[in-house]
């Protein structure tokens, strides 16, 4: 007796795994034990084990015909594991329950993608009913009919007392019509119920510091839709570029253990743990992203995994190396090239179906060519992107003539559908463009990257993406046309942060038009940008456009801009709420740079140490390697003494450099090649080629203080 109210107790509270152990020792004693069996079949169902209560309710069924229900729970079970012909045959044989049976039927069809037998099947229930209108709104849904899913999901909801899943269930559709307010809103309300009727499920309890058990995968956790909504809150402020608000949302969530957690959660926690390391590269981000790569590779060899997986795996192995804050050369988030190479060829080859039903049309050929590259070199996927930038050229020709056509005959919704196809168009060529740029880019062919880019400028020369990349282009060429780059970089701070931009160029009116913020804009922008005006002997222009961006960053962190992430950043790159920005550690460490460059140490040094700061965040291996060449150079000069440093700044440098031994340790630096270096560079970097950025800083505190006594 008391071993039946110990399960029945631990099923009460959501102590699923302790119900499934106690009810393993009763089946051991007693294998045909009719309500052991059932109870052991339930508890699988609720821990979305299905294979495993489809082959326990099969079992009940087969020895207890004269029970339907568990005719039904078996059919139940196989349609959720997937196995929609034996769920559908099952479905069939089940005796009353003819309402049920016929809801799910219609939902065998739904998850088979047999949309018009769904519809079919939907007939047979009550048209009013809200299961009915549920499943309809999941038709529309489907169908990519998210306004009218909706409205049906609404509806269903007042039906039914507007239950957890039926506001999920909208919120999802206004994230899918880019409502990220709207979705946030009702969101929000669902934990905020959640808040008030469970307190005891722990909702933020992780965010805030505080101990607390494991929920498990209780029933009252399903019911209550909150994994659910985290996951897409999450996805939310992934695109708005805030990932610091999605790791909040994930933190939020009712604890459980890592075995415990669902394969959406899994991929969603490696996806945002990326977007934080790369917003704010450390040592730390560096282990955090290894360790969220080893996730997203653990869901693909372990499956169910969501299908949003193989596209972007495929993207993390088409990212190109060191692309993200950190990134070790040669090397990107997967790994080296082969590597990457391997996952993606596993990913296309071995989950071709999955990958034909989630990846856009317009995208896979982006993949291909990657994979072109990575294996066979970038000859043959120069070849692939150049011909997929001519077709994507024509489209974009043959919607500009049907625009104006319509224009013409004065169809003015045929004008308006016209656009927003050139648009979607538009949006599909802009990665194929960039991806052939960037080969040309990689292999030190700038002039040939800068062709690519102008024969697509009648398209995308007010495309933001399309501006900042040509200025990049026109700073990096040898004879640098230094005032257009400008000026295009110009453009970009009056589309983002609005008013009047610091060179006084017009720029289309974006999305800040009427006001922004710096932090907006693209830090490679801004950095590149007060090269030009420095170069351009507009050393007063570069200064101010610094002080603004430095009382942007202390308004910032004073609270005063908390959610300046939120309006184009995902376009510019700017910092999430909760981070530092880097737009003025790359500015600071472009200017520093160009006067170490031009010789003047004295000030160029202290800008490229200030880009450093804070270094708890802009730490990193790209960012030391420049601050150890400029510093190397230095001393290089002072060695052949053709510099001499004064005291103050030679003290500055000794403590600047102590702190970054403390706080590079651990953290692996860039090898410096010794060719092409100078002379005495090169041999400082023969005697001693530190591993780490705390080794490379001690050997340079040292030789700072020989050469100083």
């Given at each position: 007796?008391?071993?039946?109210?110990?399960?029945?107790?631990?099923?009460?509270?959501?102590?699923?795994?302790?119900?499934?152990?106690?009810?393993?020792?009763?089946?051991?004693?007693?294998?045909?034990?009719?309500?052991?069996?059932?109870?052991?079949?339930?508890?699988?169902?609720?821990?979305?084990?299905?294979?495993?209560?489809?082959?326990?309710?099969?079992?009940?069924?087969?020895?207890?015909?004269?029970?339907?229900?568990?005719?039904?729970?078996?059919?139940?079970?196989?349609?959720?594991?997937?196995?929609?012909?034996?769920?559908?045959?099952?479905?069939?044989?089940?005796?009353?329950?003819?309402?049920?049976?016929?809801?799910?039927?219609?939902?065998?069809?739904?998850?088979?993608?047999?949309?018009?037998?769904?519809?079919?099947?939907?007939?047979?229930?009550?048209?009013?009913?809200?299961?009915?209108?549920?499943?309809?709104?999941?038709?529309?849904?489907?169908?990519?009919?998210?306004?009218?899913?909706?409205?049906?999901?609404?509806?269903?909801?007042?039906?039914?007392?507007?239950?957890?899943?039926?506001?999920?269930?909208?919120?999802?559709?206004?994230?899918?019509?880019?409502?990220?307010?709207?979705?946030l809103a009702s969101l929000a309300d669902i934990v905020e119920a959640g808040v008030q009727r469970h307190p005891e499920l722990g909702i933020g309890t992780q965010t805030?510091?505080?101990?607390?058990?494991?929920?498990?995968?209780?029933?009252?956790?399903?019911?209550?839709?909150?994994?659910?909504?985290?996951?897409?809150?999450?996805?939310?402020?992934?695109?708005?570029?805030?990932?610091?608000?999605?790791?909040?949302?994930?933190?939020?969530?009712?604890?459980?253990?890592?075995?415990?957690?669902?394969?959406?959660?899994?991929?969603?926690?490696?996806?945002?743990?990326?977007?934080?390391?790369?917003?704010?590269?450390?040592?730390?981000?560096?282990?955090?992203?290894?360790?969220?790569?080893?996730?997203?590779?653990?869901?693909?060899?372990?499956?169910?995994?969501?299908?949003?997986?193989?596209?972007?795996?495929?993207?993390?192995?088409?990212?190109?190396?060191?692309?993200?804050?950190?990134?070790?050369?040669?090397?990107?988030?997967?790994?080296?090239?082969?590597?990457?190479?391997?996952?993606?060829?596993?990913?296309?080859?071995?989950?071709?179906?999955?990958?034909?039903?989630?990846?856009?049309?317009?995208?896979?050929?982006?993949?291909?060519?990657?994979?072109?590259?990575?294996?066979?070199?970038?000859a043959e996927a120069a070849a692939k992107l150049d011909a997929l930038v001519g077709r994507h050229i024509e489209g974009l020709r043959r919607r500009v003539k049907a625009v104006q056509d319509a224009r013409w005959a004065g169809d003015h919704a045929a004008a308006a559908a016209g656009l927003e196809e050139y648009e979607a168009e538009l949006d599909a060529f802009m990665p194929v463009l960039m991806s052939l740029a960037h080969l040309h880019w990689g292999a030190g062919e700038f002039g040939r990257a800068h062709a690519v880019l102008q024969q697509s400028a009648e398209f995308c020369s007010d495309h933001p993406v399309w501006r900042l990349n040509m200025g990049h282009v026109l700073v990096a060429q040898e004879a640098g046309k230094l005032g257009e780059a400008a000026e295009l970089y110009e453009s970009l701070v009056q589309h983002f942060a609005g008013g009047p931009s610091p060179g006084g160029a017009a720029a289309p009116a974006g999305p800040a038009a009427t006001g922004g913020s710096l932090l907006d804009v693209p830090p490679s922008a801004l950095a590149n940008l007060c090269v030009c005006h420095v170069i351009g002997g507009r050393n007063e222009v570069a200064e101010d456009l610094l002080r603004r961006l430095e009382e942007e960053i202390a308004a910032t962190a004073g609270g005063d801009s908390m959610a300046a992430g939120h309006d184009g950043a995902a376009a510019a790159g700017g910092a999430a709420p909760g981070t530092v920005p880097r737009h003025l550690s790359l500015a600071n460490l472009a200017i520093g740079t160009l006067y170490c460059a031009k010789g003047n140490f004295e000030f160029g040094i202290t800008r490229v140490m200030r880009s450093l700061e804070p270094l708890a965040t802009h730490l990193d291996a790209p960012r030391w390697h420049t601050t150890m060449l400029c510093l190397v150079a230095m001393l290089d000069q002072v060695a052949k003494n053709m510099l001499v440093l004064k005291d103050a700044l030679v003290a500055d440098l000794l403590a600047s450099l102590e702190d970054v031994e403390a706080a590079g340790r651990g953290t692996p630096a860039l090898v410096a090649a010794t060719q092409g270096d100078t002379a005495a560079g090169a041999e400082v970097l023969q005697v001693a080629q530190p591993q780490t950025i705390c080794g490379q800083a001690r050997s340079l505190r040292a030789m700072l203080l020989k050469m100083s006594e």
């Open positions: 007796m008391s071993h039946t109210r110990a399960i029945y107790g631990a099923i009460r509270d959501g102590r699923l795994q302790e119900a499934v152990s106690r009810l393993h020792a009763v089946l051991r004693l007693a294998p045909g034990n009719r309500a052991a069996l059932s109870l052991f079949a339930y508890c699988f169902y609720q821990q979305e084990e299905y294979d495993a209560a489809a082959e326990r309710y099969g079992l009940l069924a087969e020895r207890h015909p004269e029970v339907p229900e568990y005719r039904l729970h078996w059919a139940q079970s196989l349609c959720r594991a997937g196995r929609f012909g034996e769920a559908a045959r099952a479905a069939a044989a089940v005796d009353g329950f003819e309402q049920a049976v016929r809801h799910l039927q219609a939902s065998i069809k739904y998850e088979a993608g047999d949309l018009r037998g769904c519809r079919a099947a939907l007939e047979a229930l009550p048209p009013g009913s809200a299961a009915a209108t549920t499943a309809r709104g999941c038709i529309a849904y489907k169908e990519g009919q998210y306004a009218e899913a909706a409205a049906q999901f609404g509806e269903a909801a007042q039906m039914a007392g507007y239950p957890p899943e039926l506001a999920y269930a909208v919120a999802v559709c206004q994230y899918q019509q880019r409502d990220y307010t709207g979705a805030h510091g505080m101990e607390a058990r494991s929920v498990g995968n209780s029933a009252k956790l399903k019911q209550t839709a909150l994994v659910e909504a985290f996951n897409l809150r999450a996805a939310v402020e992934l695109q708005l570029a805030n990932p610091a608000g999605a790791a909040a949302a994930l933190s939020d969530m009712p604890p459980r253990q890592e075995h415990e957690l669902d394969p959406v959660t899994l991929h969603n926690q490696a996806l945002v743990a990326l977007a934080v390391a790369a917003a704010s590269p450390s040592s730390q981000a560096a282990a955090g992203r290894q360790a969220s790569v080893a996730k997203l590779l653990h869901l693909l060899a372990h499956p169910p995994f969501p299908p949003e997986l193989a596209g972007n795996l495929l993207s993390l192995c088409c990212q190109p190396d060191g692309c993200l804050e950190g990134g070790m050369p040669g090397s990107g988030p997967l790994g080296s090239p082969p590597e990457r190479a391997q996952v993606a060829e596993e990913v296309l080859s071995a989950h071709s179906a999955l990958v034909a039903a989630t990846v856009p049309p317009s995208v896979l050929p982006l993949f291909e060519a990657c994979l072109a590259s990575m294996q066979r070199g970038p």
